[in-house]
Nanobody
Framework: VQLQASGGGLVQAGGSLRLSCAAS????????MGWFRQAPGKEREFVAA????????QYQDSVKGRFTISRDNAKNTVYLQMNSLRPEDTAAYYC????????????????WGQGTQVTVSS
């Protein structure tokens, strides 16, 4: 299984970015796909996740109303639309996949993509 994340970059506070994560190597019809982020010196934290079977979603409280996770099962791709970005959103963002229900714990995800850097300037 390979996950390829893209879409990071440098943006001013209040701006927007859309991250993409393309999965290959298996079908994800029953999987949960999620986004995590890790800032320098901090632990990796849950951002958002979506379950394929019913499109249920969960978000970290600090991104609710600003970030939207979605997926295209035909393309095996998950997206993270990030609006109203803040400097504290600066981090490397990682996509991940697990089988089953949504989990906010990174240790419960089986496959990880490489990080894509998001930098928000004030």
């Amino acid at each position: 299984v390979q996950l390829q994340a893209s879409g990071g970059g440098l943006v001013q506070a209040g701006g927007s970015l859309r991250l993409s994560c393309a999965a290959s190597g298996r079908t994800f019809s029953t999987d949960t796909m999620g986004w995590f982020r890790q800032a320098p010196g901090k632990e990796r934290e849950f951002v958002a996740a979506i379950r394929s079977s019913d499109d249920s979603t969960q978000y970290q409280d600090s991104v609710k109303g600003r970030f939207t996770i979605s997926r295209d099962n035909a393309k095996n791709t998950v997206y993270l639309q990030m609006n109203s970005l803040r400097p504290e959103d600066t981090a490397a963002y990682y996509c991940a996949v697990r089988t089953g229900l949504i989990s906010k714990s990174a240790q419960n995800y089986n496959y990880w993509g490489q990080g894509t850097q998001v930098t928000v300037s004030s």
